[in-house]
């Protein structure tokens, strides 16, 4: 068993974890790409999981292997989450960013419904049979994230020059229009002597 001051230790400790990884994830995501680096910790922290759910199983009940090995996976799985909202701030327009943002609300209904079902089968089955399911329900998640990888540039660089060029040729046509409304204007104002109407006139 585990003393409640023990308990409160690793609530903290999961927090710094998931920062620490943030950091590092966002470092690795310049050289492979955002989903890249989200599919990457999402396996990771899968495999954990599952190395939990093999341990507990009748191999090793020690808190000292199984709480490094929970709170690593728990900042491994959880430290996506600027990865994911900047995404979504790129790829959704601002008049739809509030309708899919609201989609969380649902997925934490989703989270607490999921901890009470986790704890009828650990009732039922015990906490290794209960991780082992977790780990399948999130590995299938993996799969919809790699949806993305068509849509999403591995080089956020590139992708920023092309939107940049994009604005810059729209600009040019832009001004070309109203360059060549300028002159058809030109051709046509009757107060100019050297071209147009005004000319025939004097």
């Known amino acids: 068993g585990m003393s409640p001051i023990e308990v409160q230790i690793i609530y903290v400790?999961?927090?710094?974890?998931?920062?620490?990884?943030s950091s590092i994830g966002t470092c690795i995501k310049d050289?492979?790409?955002?989903?890249?680096?989200?599919?990457?910790?999402?396996v990771i922290g899968v495999a954990l999981l599952i190395a939990m759910s093999i341990l507990a199983?009748?191999?090793?009940?020690?808190?000292?292997?199984?709480?490094?090995?929970?709170?690593?996976?728990?900042?491994v799985m959880n430290c996506t989450y600027p990865?994911?909202?900047?995404?979504?701030?790129?790829?959704?327009?601002?008049e739809q960013r509030a309708r899919w943002k609201s989609l969380e609300s649902i997925s934490a209904f989703g989270w607490c419904g999921s901890a009470v079902l986790g704890g009828i089968l650990g009732d039922a089955h015990g906490y290794s049979f209960t991780f082992l399911i977790t780990a399948m329900i999130q590995g299938s998640s993996i799969l919809l994230t790699a949806t993305l990888l068509p849509l999403v540039p591995i080089h956020e660089k590139a992708r920023s020059q092309s939107i940049s060029t994009a604005a810059y040729s729209e600009?040019?046509?832009?001004?070309?229009?109203?360059?060549?409304?300028?002159?058809?204007?030109?051709?046509?104002d009757p107060c100019d002597g050297d071209h147009g109407v005004g000319g025939s006139i004097q």
């Open 13 to 21: 400790a999961c927090p710094i974890a998931m920062v620490i990884f």
């Open 171 to 188: 600009k040019e046509e832009d001004e070309g229009f109203w360059d060549e409304k300028a002159d058809g204007r030109a051709l046509l």
């Open 57 to 75: 199983s009748g191999i090793t009940t020690s808190k000292y292997i199984l709480v490094p090995i929970y709170v690593i996976r728990t900042g």
């Open 31 to 42: 050289y492979i790409g955002r989903v890249q680096t989200i599919i990457l910790f999402r």
């Open 83 to 94: 990865l994911d909202e900047s995404i979504l701030m790129d790829f959704c327009r601002k």
